[in-house]
């Protein structure tokens, strides 16, 4: 399939489609394509989108065409604001993932087929795949960890086992070599007795993971890997704290993570300037605040995480990590909510991890044996499930606003 205008032998320019489709043989077949340059640049977005937030993505991305499951369509504007489509991408650009949409202006990350290539090879070697493992892909394929499972699975030459919604029996049936989950999904594996020794390798990404749910994984026999990263970085970048081959991290005066390597993304989709707001050099300045100890990333919380309470800064991700070794909490997520007195009052949501939740004093007696008193919770919620996003994620602004 041609890709792009070509002139003494190099393309000048690429195609680029919008791929909605589900985890399965069509999206993996078009990532293949894209990645080895036979076929156009894709951007995956999930068919189980509300039209509001398609038609929003769409515009932002300016595709040449959309790929469904009824065929190939020329990309038309959907809005009289965006007059154009069909803007070519770098020819070196393989995958756009969509980050945001659902509200204001979205945010679309232009990663290179190098970038993926070295990302799934380097977690190929960290991780010891043996030539012929399989990997299974649970997680949506919109999302740069869904992808990232394929593109290891390209990589090492096999078929992905693809699951296009988790289900732990199935996963536990699969026969996949190694698995990529994030802590709710792990933790549903545990509950249906799942035997984790089968797999080489389980990566642990999306969300800070309780030590209680690491712990239970090792004793059913899990190999989990911690995994830092985002779209901008292809997914995880630094594993149980190491950075991947040829990838460094580093920390400013202001805290927050840098970043830098051949795994970098090249830019947001049609936003130059916000791009330049990101890059310092050769760093992505990510939205993240952490510390690199004896060579290992510590990932403290986001930026926009960290809680104004009575004049004194919390970072909630620091909150949630005590909390995450509290015995009674199986799933926990910090955040601030608006207070008349405080500004904002520290919250901790929480599951239980068996019959009894644990009462408000207590958990505040656990954060202030370790950190200073005001970090502490003023309010607990209990809840059966945290909220999540498509991506696994919790849901944060739902939980903020209680």
Request: glycine share 12%; net charge neutral; charged share 20%.
């Amino acid at each position: 399939m041609f890709s792009g205008v070509v002139y003494a032998g190099q393309i000048m320019d690429r195609r680029l489609h919008a791929v909605i489709a589900p985890p399965g043989p069509r999206l993996f077949a078009a990532l293949a394509a894209a990645l080895d340059g036979t076929g156009p640049a894709i951007c995956p977005l999930s068919p189980d989108l509300p039209a509001p937030a398609l038609r929003a993505l769409l515009d932002a991305l300016a595709p040449h065409a959309v790929e469904t499951a009824d065929g190939v369509e020329p990309a038309r504007p959907r809005s009289a604001c965006v007059p154009i489509a069909g803007i070519p991408v770098d020819p070196g650009t393989a995958v756009l993932i969509a980050t945001s949409g659902s509200t204001g202006t979205p945010k679309i990350v232009e990663l290179a087929g190098a970038a993926l290539r070295h990302s799934a090879a380097a977690t190929l070697d960290r991780v010891g795949a043996a030539p012929g493992d399989r990997w299974l892909c649970c997680l949506p394929t919109s999302h740069i960890a869904g992808v990232q499972v394929l593109v290891r699975a390209l990589v090492a030459g096999t078929e992905p086992v693809i699951q296009p919604r988790f289900d732990p029996r199935a996963v536990i049936g699969a026969g996949a070599d190694h698995l990529a989950v994030v802590p709710t999904q792990l933790r549903r594996l545990i509950e249906a007795g799942a035997d984790l020794s089968g797999f080489r390798s389980i990566l642990l990404g999306g969300a800070a993971a309780p030590a209680g749910l690491l712990a239970a994984a090792r004793e059913r026999g899990g190999r989990v890997f911690t995994t830092y990263g985002m779209s901008e970085t292809c997914g995880g970048c630094a594993y149980d704290g190491v950075p991947l081959d040829g990838v460094r991290v580093a920390t400013g005066e202001d805290g927050r993570i840098r970043v830098a390597g051949p795994v970098l993304f090249t830019g947001y989709r049609l936003r130059p300037a916000l791009t330049r707001e990101v890059r310092d050099g050769d760093w992505f300045l990510t939205q993240d605040l952490g510390a690199v100890e004896d060579g290992r990333l510590r990932v403290r919380g986001r930026v926009d995480d960290v809680i104004n309470t009575g004049g004194e800064k919390v970072v909630a991700g620091e909150v949630a990590d005590v909390l995450g070794r509290h015995p009674g909490v199986a799933e926990i997520v910090v955040v601030g909510r608006p207070d008349p007195e405080w500004g904002q009052r520290v919250t901790a949501v929480v599951v239980p991890a068996g019959d009894r939740a644990p009462r408000l004093e207590e958990l505040r007696e656990w954060v202030r044996a370790t950190l200073p008193v005001y970090a502490a919770p003023h309010e607990l919620q209990v809840m059966d499930a945290l909220p999540l996003l498509p991506s696994g994620k919790p849901d944060r602004e739902l939980l903020r606003r209680g």
